[in-house]
Protein backbone atom coordinates (compact mmCIF):
# COMPACT_ATOMS: atom_id res chain seq x y z
CA UNK A 1 0.00 0.00 0.00
CA UNK A 2 1.18 3.41 -0.86
CA UNK A 3 -0.23 6.41 1.48
CA UNK A 4 -2.27 9.14 -0.17
CA UNK A 5 -0.45 12.00 0.76
CA UNK A 6 -2.13 14.97 2.97
CA UNK A 7 -0.81 18.08 1.00
CA UNK A 8 -0.47 20.39 3.96
CA UNK A 9 0.83 23.12 1.47
CA UNK A 10 -2.16 22.94 -1.35
CA UNK A 11 -4.60 23.25 1.47
CA UNK A 12 -3.88 25.72 3.05
CA UNK A 13 -3.10 28.22 -0.19
CA UNK A 14 -6.89 27.45 -0.30
CA UNK A 15 -8.07 28.37 2.93
CA UNK A 16 -5.30 31.77 2.18
CA UNK A 17 -6.94 32.34 -1.28
CA UNK A 18 -10.20 32.26 0.56
CA UNK A 19 -9.43 34.78 3.32
CA UNK A 20 -8.05 37.39 0.45
CA UNK A 21 -11.20 37.26 -1.86
CA UNK A 22 -13.03 38.01 1.93
CA UNK A 23 -10.64 40.80 2.90
CA UNK A 24 -11.26 42.65 -0.60
CA UNK A 25 -15.03 41.72 -0.36
CA UNK A 26 -14.48 43.73 3.06
CA UNK A 27 -12.57 46.55 1.78
CA UNK A 28 -15.02 47.04 -1.13
CA UNK A 29 -17.71 47.39 0.77
CA UNK A 30 -16.22 50.27 3.15
CA UNK A 31 -15.47 47.95 5.51
CA UNK A 32 -11.58 48.03 7.39
CA UNK A 33 -9.30 45.45 6.88
CA UNK A 34 -8.71 43.26 9.95
CA UNK A 35 -5.59 44.06 11.84
CA UNK A 36 -3.01 41.34 13.65
CA UNK A 37 -0.98 42.41 16.63
CA UNK A 38 1.92 40.17 16.99
CA UNK A 39 4.06 40.69 20.40
CA UNK A 40 7.84 38.96 20.79
CA UNK A 41 9.32 39.34 23.79
CA UNK A 42 12.82 38.38 23.74
CA UNK A 43 15.04 37.43 20.73
CA UNK A 44 14.52 34.10 20.52
CA UNK A 45 15.50 33.03 16.97
CA UNK A 46 12.82 30.69 15.94
CA UNK A 47 10.16 33.10 17.55
CA UNK A 48 11.63 35.92 15.16
CA UNK A 49 11.52 33.60 12.19
CA UNK A 50 7.62 32.70 13.15
CA UNK A 51 6.69 35.82 13.46
CA UNK A 52 8.18 37.07 10.48
CA UNK A 53 6.31 34.34 8.72
CA UNK A 54 3.11 35.71 10.22
CA UNK A 55 4.19 39.19 9.41
CA UNK A 56 4.78 38.09 5.44
CA UNK A 57 1.75 35.92 5.56
CA UNK A 58 -0.76 38.85 6.26
CA UNK A 59 0.63 41.31 3.74
CA UNK A 60 -0.13 38.77 1.21
CA UNK A 61 -3.99 38.50 2.17
CA UNK A 62 -4.46 41.89 2.65
CA UNK A 63 -4.94 41.49 6.91
CA UNK A 64 -2.26 44.56 8.04
CA UNK A 65 0.05 43.61 10.79
CA UNK A 66 1.53 45.83 14.09
CA UNK A 67 4.51 43.75 15.40
CA UNK A 68 5.20 44.96 19.11
CA UNK A 69 8.71 43.75 20.46
CA UNK A 70 9.78 43.88 24.14
CA UNK A 71 12.84 43.02 25.59
CA UNK A 72 13.85 39.84 27.42
CA UNK A 73 13.78 41.38 30.77
CA UNK A 74 9.74 42.61 29.92
CA UNK A 75 8.29 42.32 33.22
CA UNK A 76 5.14 41.08 34.15
CA UNK A 77 3.62 44.40 34.60
CA UNK A 78 4.54 45.83 31.07
CA UNK A 79 3.65 42.57 28.81
CA UNK A 80 -0.29 43.33 30.48
CA UNK A 81 0.20 46.70 29.86
CA UNK A 82 0.88 46.14 26.25
CA UNK A 83 -2.17 43.98 25.59
CA UNK A 84 -4.54 45.71 27.32
CA UNK A 85 -3.55 48.82 25.12
CA UNK A 86 -4.28 46.28 22.37
CA UNK A 87 -7.26 45.36 23.61
CA UNK A 88 -8.41 49.07 23.14
CA UNK A 89 -7.38 49.71 19.54
CA UNK A 90 -10.13 48.99 17.17
CA UNK A 91 -7.76 48.47 14.70
CA UNK A 92 -6.25 45.30 15.96
CA UNK A 93 -8.68 42.59 16.02
CA UNK A 94 -6.29 40.06 16.75
CA UNK A 95 -3.07 39.77 19.53
CA UNK A 96 -1.04 36.78 19.12
CA UNK A 97 1.41 36.86 22.00
CA UNK A 98 4.24 34.59 20.96
CA UNK A 99 5.29 31.55 23.10
CA UNK A 100 7.28 30.58 24.52
CA UNK A 101 7.57 33.12 27.05
CA UNK A 102 10.71 34.29 28.81
CA UNK A 103 10.95 32.34 32.11
CA UNK A 104 10.28 35.10 34.61
CA UNK A 105 6.83 36.19 33.05
CA UNK A 106 3.40 34.05 34.17
CA UNK A 107 1.96 32.75 30.46
CA UNK A 108 -1.42 32.09 32.22
CA UNK A 109 -1.85 35.74 33.27
CA UNK A 110 -0.74 36.98 30.20
CA UNK A 111 -2.91 34.79 27.87
CA UNK A 112 -5.87 36.35 30.32
CA UNK A 113 -4.91 39.77 29.81
CA UNK A 114 -6.33 39.02 26.19
CA UNK A 115 -9.77 40.38 25.22
CA UNK A 116 -11.46 37.09 24.40
CA UNK A 117 -12.83 38.47 21.06
CA UNK A 118 -9.34 38.84 19.81
CA UNK A 119 -7.77 35.71 21.03
CA UNK A 120 -7.16 34.10 17.57
CA UNK A 121 -4.75 31.68 18.75
CA UNK A 122 -7.10 30.31 20.96
CA UNK A 123 -5.06 29.92 23.96
CA UNK A 124 -7.01 32.06 26.28
CA UNK A 125 -8.18 29.78 29.61
CA UNK A 126 -11.96 30.00 28.90
CA UNK A 127 -11.88 29.52 25.31
CA UNK A 128 -9.79 26.45 25.93
CA UNK A 129 -12.16 25.71 28.71
CA UNK A 130 -15.10 25.73 26.26
CA UNK A 131 -13.05 23.29 23.95
CA UNK A 132 -13.19 20.99 26.81
CA UNK A 133 -16.78 21.52 27.59
CA UNK A 134 -19.85 19.90 26.18
CA UNK A 135 -21.96 22.08 24.29
CA UNK A 136 -19.84 24.84 24.55
CA UNK A 137 -17.98 26.58 21.37
CA UNK A 138 -14.77 28.48 22.06
CA UNK A 139 -14.66 31.92 20.32
CA UNK A 140 -11.58 30.93 18.85
CA UNK A 141 -9.34 27.04 18.30
CA UNK A 142 -6.22 26.86 18.64
CA UNK A 143 -4.43 27.12 15.10
CA UNK A 144 -2.35 24.13 14.49
CA UNK A 145 -5.15 21.49 16.30
CA UNK A 146 -7.54 23.33 13.88
CA UNK A 147 -5.33 22.69 10.73
CA UNK A 148 -5.49 18.85 11.63
CA UNK A 149 -8.33 19.17 11.66
CA UNK A 150 -8.96 20.48 8.47
CA UNK A 151 -6.45 18.22 7.04
CA UNK A 152 -8.17 15.21 8.41
CA UNK A 153 -11.96 16.39 6.95
CA UNK A 154 -9.96 17.13 3.34
CA UNK A 155 -8.22 13.68 3.52
CA UNK A 156 -11.86 11.82 4.03
CA UNK A 157 -11.28 10.73 7.46
CA UNK A 158 -14.00 9.28 9.31
CA UNK A 159 -13.89 10.50 12.69
CA UNK A 160 -17.30 9.63 14.09
CA UNK A 161 -16.98 6.26 15.81
CA UNK A 162 -12.86 6.03 15.10
CA UNK A 163 -10.31 4.99 17.07
CA UNK A 164 -8.08 8.18 17.58
CA UNK A 165 -4.98 8.69 19.21
CA UNK A 166 -2.97 11.46 20.28
CA UNK A 167 0.71 11.20 20.48
CA UNK A 168 1.57 14.36 22.83
CA UNK A 169 -0.22 15.57 25.74
CA UNK A 170 0.70 19.60 25.09
CA UNK A 171 -1.16 23.01 25.71
CA UNK A 172 -0.61 23.94 22.46
CA UNK A 173 -1.41 20.81 20.27
CA UNK A 174 -1.67 17.47 21.60
CA UNK A 175 -4.10 18.22 24.22
CA UNK A 176 -6.78 20.44 22.14
CA UNK A 177 -6.31 18.43 19.25
CA UNK A 178 -7.56 15.84 21.46
CA UNK A 179 -10.56 17.24 22.79
CA UNK A 180 -11.19 18.11 18.90
CA UNK A 181 -11.46 14.65 17.86
CA UNK A 182 -13.71 13.91 20.92
CA UNK A 183 -16.46 16.73 19.55
CA UNK A 184 -16.23 15.32 16.72
CA UNK A 185 -16.90 11.42 18.24
CA UNK A 186 -14.05 10.13 18.04
CA UNK A 187 -12.81 7.62 20.63
CA UNK A 188 -9.46 9.48 22.17
CA UNK A 189 -6.55 8.23 23.64
CA UNK A 190 -3.94 10.52 24.63
CA UNK A 191 -0.30 9.34 24.63
CA UNK A 192 2.61 9.93 26.25
CA UNK A 193 6.13 9.02 28.06
CA UNK A 194 4.27 6.84 30.91
CA UNK A 195 2.31 5.05 28.29
CA UNK A 196 2.80 1.35 28.80
CA UNK A 197 3.11 -0.80 25.46
CA UNK A 198 3.13 2.47 23.43
CA UNK A 199 3.66 0.89 19.93
CA UNK A 200 0.22 -1.43 21.06
CA UNK A 201 -1.80 1.58 21.95
CA UNK A 202 -0.62 3.33 18.61
CA UNK A 203 -1.11 -0.02 16.02
CA UNK A 204 -5.62 0.19 17.68
CA UNK A 205 -5.17 3.87 15.82
CA UNK A 206 -7.95 4.54 13.02
CA UNK A 207 -6.61 8.34 13.27
CA UNK A 208 -2.97 8.82 14.38
CA UNK A 209 -1.83 12.83 15.49
CA UNK A 210 1.74 12.38 16.40
CA UNK A 211 3.08 15.76 18.31
CA UNK A 212 5.69 14.65 20.62
CA UNK A 213 8.83 16.60 19.23
CA UNK A 214 10.66 13.28 18.53
CA UNK A 215 12.22 12.84 15.09
CA UNK A 216 10.99 9.77 13.08
CA UNK A 217 9.35 7.83 16.94
CA UNK A 218 6.50 6.28 15.07
CA UNK A 219 7.46 3.57 12.85
CA UNK A 220 6.39 1.45 10.58
CA UNK A 221 5.10 -1.52 12.83
CA UNK A 222 3.38 0.96 15.44
CA UNK A 223 0.46 1.82 12.85
CA UNK A 224 -2.76 -0.18 11.44
CA UNK A 225 -2.86 -0.83 7.98
CA UNK A 226 -5.11 2.05 6.29
CA UNK A 227 -4.66 4.35 9.20
CA UNK A 228 -5.16 8.59 8.27
CA UNK A 229 -1.71 9.96 10.18
CA UNK A 230 -1.00 13.42 11.10
CA UNK A 231 2.70 13.95 11.88
CA UNK A 232 2.84 17.62 13.52
CA UNK A 233 6.21 17.19 14.43
CA UNK A 234 8.99 19.39 12.89
CA UNK A 235 12.54 18.41 13.85
CA UNK A 236 16.24 18.59 12.44
CA UNK A 237 17.87 15.79 11.68
CA UNK A 238 21.98 15.71 10.99
CA UNK A 239 22.51 15.00 7.13
CA UNK A 240 25.52 15.78 5.75
CA UNK A 241 24.17 15.71 2.08
CA UNK A 242 21.95 18.46 2.83
CA UNK A 243 22.99 22.36 2.17
CA UNK A 244 22.26 23.00 5.74
CA UNK A 245 23.46 19.99 7.27
CA UNK A 246 20.55 19.41 8.17
CA UNK A 247 16.77 18.17 6.48
CA UNK A 248 13.70 18.95 8.17
CA UNK A 249 11.73 15.49 9.53
CA UNK A 250 8.19 14.82 11.66
CA UNK A 251 8.14 12.53 14.40
CA UNK A 252 6.72 9.39 12.47
CA UNK A 253 9.26 7.90 10.02
CA UNK A 254 7.55 9.10 6.79
CA UNK A 255 9.10 6.53 4.29
CA UNK A 256 8.56 3.37 6.12
CA UNK A 257 5.00 4.64 7.65
CA UNK A 258 3.74 5.57 4.27
CA UNK A 259 3.95 2.13 2.98
CA UNK A 260 1.30 1.13 5.24
CA UNK A 261 -0.93 4.17 6.30
CA UNK A 262 -4.18 5.22 4.34
CA UNK A 263 -3.10 8.63 4.30
CA UNK A 264 -0.18 10.69 6.19
CA UNK A 265 1.22 14.27 5.59
CA UNK A 266 4.58 15.56 4.69
CA UNK A 267 7.07 17.05 6.91
CA UNK A 268 7.84 19.89 5.38
CA UNK A 269 3.93 20.81 3.77
CA UNK A 270 1.97 18.78 5.77
CA UNK A 271 0.92 20.63 9.00
CA UNK A 272 3.18 23.08 9.41
CA UNK A 273 1.26 25.67 6.14
CA UNK A 274 -1.99 24.94 7.98
CA UNK A 275 -0.95 27.08 11.08
CA UNK A 276 -0.54 30.01 9.74
CA UNK A 277 -3.60 29.70 7.36
CA UNK A 278 -5.82 28.93 10.21
CA UNK A 279 -4.13 32.17 11.90
CA UNK A 280 -5.25 34.53 9.22
CA UNK A 281 -9.11 32.95 9.08
CA UNK A 282 -9.28 33.28 12.65
CA UNK A 283 -8.02 37.33 12.20
CA UNK A 284 -10.82 37.43 9.49
CA UNK A 285 -13.00 36.33 11.71
CA UNK A 286 -12.42 38.47 15.06
CA UNK A 287 -12.97 41.43 12.18
CA UNK A 288 -16.23 39.70 11.37
CA UNK A 289 -17.31 39.71 14.73
CA UNK A 290 -16.41 43.11 15.86
CA UNK A 291 -18.67 43.87 13.01
CA UNK A 292 -21.39 42.87 14.89
CA UNK A 293 -23.45 45.90 16.82
Known amino acids: MSAKIIDGKQIGQEIRDEVKVAVDDRLKRGLSAPGLATVLIGENPASQVYVRSKQKACAEVGINSFGHNLPEDATQEEVEALVRKLNAD ?103 SRTRDLPSVVKEADILVAAIGQPEFVKKEWVKPGAVVIDVGINRKDDATAKRGYRLVGDVAFDEVSEVAGAITPVPGGVGPMTIAMLLQNTLRAAELADQP
Not at 115 to 125: E, I, M, Y
Not at 136 to 147: D, I, K, L, S, Y
Request: aromatic share 2%; charged share 15%; with cysteine.
Open 90 to 192: PAVNGILVQLPLPRHLDEEKVLSAIDLNKDVDGFHPVNIGRLAQKGREPVFVPCTPAGCMVLLERAGAQLSGANAVVLGRSNIVGMPVALLLVKANATVTICH
